[in-house]
């Protein structure tokens, strides 16, 4: 069964410093996401993305994150200058060729962020 | 706005006995519900959604939920509890975006 992929599973990092978060999603999902966790608590939305561009993001979302879909295959997150609460679960998801609402969303296993 | 309610922060229930986790929503427009559970250290794992048609949905490993449009709930239920079922549950609420409920972590006791 196809799945979502994210790599690393666990990044440690030295707040100020520039992460990239790497995501594979499922082969023919079209829409794709990207949610936070913090030490087990809510997920929260950070952005979705369509044909190339941000559909949507919330406010957590600012000028220090940014996405991109490089080469067809991968989805990364991008944070430019890291601050210790951006400790967190990031997970990445997709969904099908319908797109929202009501397609499920595929979940891959996520990015543990640790900023020191 | 779309906003999810899971009242219980835990659940304990013996293995064997029914469960029931809970969830109230708050949409405008028709609404798109959906379960998710997470395991120690793992991803959202997909359990069910209700989209329209049956009030009654049935989901992987055994687990069910109830929509209820007069009582905005959206409550998940499996008829015998595993010990292997405990985990961490999420109810989402989806419009653009999923909107996720605070979690509810379902203990089963051997």
């Known amino acids: 069964e196809p799945e979502v992929t994210q790599t690393p599973s666990h990044q440690v990092t030295q707040m100020g410093q520039e992460v990239i978060l790497r995501c594979v999603p499922i082969s023919n999902h079209l829409y794709f996401y990207w949610y936070r966790q913090i030490l087990g608590q809510k997920v929260e939305f950070l952005v979705s993305f369509y044909n190339n561009e941000i559909s949507e993001k919330s406010e957590i979302f600012d000028d220090q994150f940014s996405v991109e879909r490089p080469d067809g295959s991968n989805f990364t997150l991008k944070i430019r200058s890291t601050k210790l609460e951006d400790s967190a679960m990031y997970f990445c998801?997709?969904?099908?060729?319908?797109?929202?609402?009501?397609?499920?969303?595929?979940f891959g296993p996520g990015t543990r962020l640790t900023v020191l | 706005a779309q906003s999810v309610a899971q009242p219980e922060d835990q659940v304990n229930v013996a293995e064997g006995n029914p469960l029931t986790v809970k969830c109230t929503y708050s949409v405008s427009g028709n609404p798109y519900l959906f379960w998710y559970v997470q395991y120690p250290n793992r991803g959202l794992q997909f359990l069910l959604k209700?989209?329209?048609?049956?009030?009654l949905v049935k989901g992987s490993y055994g687990f069910e939920a109830e929509f209820n449009k007069s009582q905005t709930s959206f409550h998940l239920k499996k008829p015998s509890a595993l010990v292997s079922d405990s985990a961490l549950y999420f109810c989402a609420v989806a419009g653009q975006n999923f909107v996720f409920g605070p979690g509810t972590r379902l203990s089963v006791l051997p």
């Open positions: 998801a997709s969904s099908a060729p319908r797109g929202p609402p009501g397609d499920t969303q595929y």
């Open positions: 209700y989209i329209t048609g049956d009030n």
